[in-house]
């Protein structure tokens, strides 16, 4: 049986109903790295080609939310929030059924192709949604029932690792 190879978590993401609300208690409880603080929306990324709009339960669509990265702790958090007035789709759907709290983990996974293969076809799990921001793959994995999380599976470093020499990603796996 193949095994997924996990080699790296990325990053950390996390459902809030107020997006501000939600920075204004991180910076209270555990302060963020303001210098790296960027924000997104959806539909403005996907006007601008930066995002595809993706497909979430196996419907393509162009699904509203707001989100925040920055770093803390070493690690990139992801914090999502629903645009206001927006229903339906993948935060709105996590807010409805579970309240706020972690949405996912992105990992790197060492065997990439062979694990996304896996889950597909020999666990027969379909992505959660997947799509493209900036040309790259990404991939939700809904594992709670086996594992408790879901998961992320991109094909890149994102966060504060990002910017490290491979050889220095390797150190931190071993």
Not at 29 to 45: C, N, Q, Y
Request: charged content about 25%; hydrophobic content about 40%; proline content about 5%.
């Amino acid at each position: 049986m193949t095994k997924l190879k996990l080699d790296l978590v990325c990053q950390v993401a996390v459902v809030v109903r107020d997006l501000e609300e939600g920075l204004a208690q991180m910076r209270r409880w555990l302060g963020i790295d303001e210098s790296s603080l960027t924000f997104g929306k959806s539909l403005e990324l996907i006007h601008e080609g930066k995002l595809e709009p993706q497909i979430y339960h196996g419907v393509q669509g162009e699904y509203a939310y707001q989100q925040a990265n920055f770093f803390m702790g070493g690690m990139d958090i992801e914090m999502f929030a629903p645009v206001e007035g927006s229903a339906g789709g993948p935060i709105n759907d996590f807010l409805e059924e579970h309240g706020p709290g972690i949405h996912h983990l992105n990992i790197r996974l060492a065997n990439r192709e062979e694990g996304l293969r896996f889950l597909r076809e020999e666990v027969g799990k379909p992505p959660l949604m997947e799509g493209y921001f900036l040309g790259r793959h990404f991939a939700y994995f809904d594992m709670r029932e086996e594992l408790g999380i879901t998961f992320e599976v991109g094909s890149r470093v994102v966060g504060p690792r990002a910017s490290m020499p491979e050889e220095a990603l390797q150190a931190l796996i071993q």
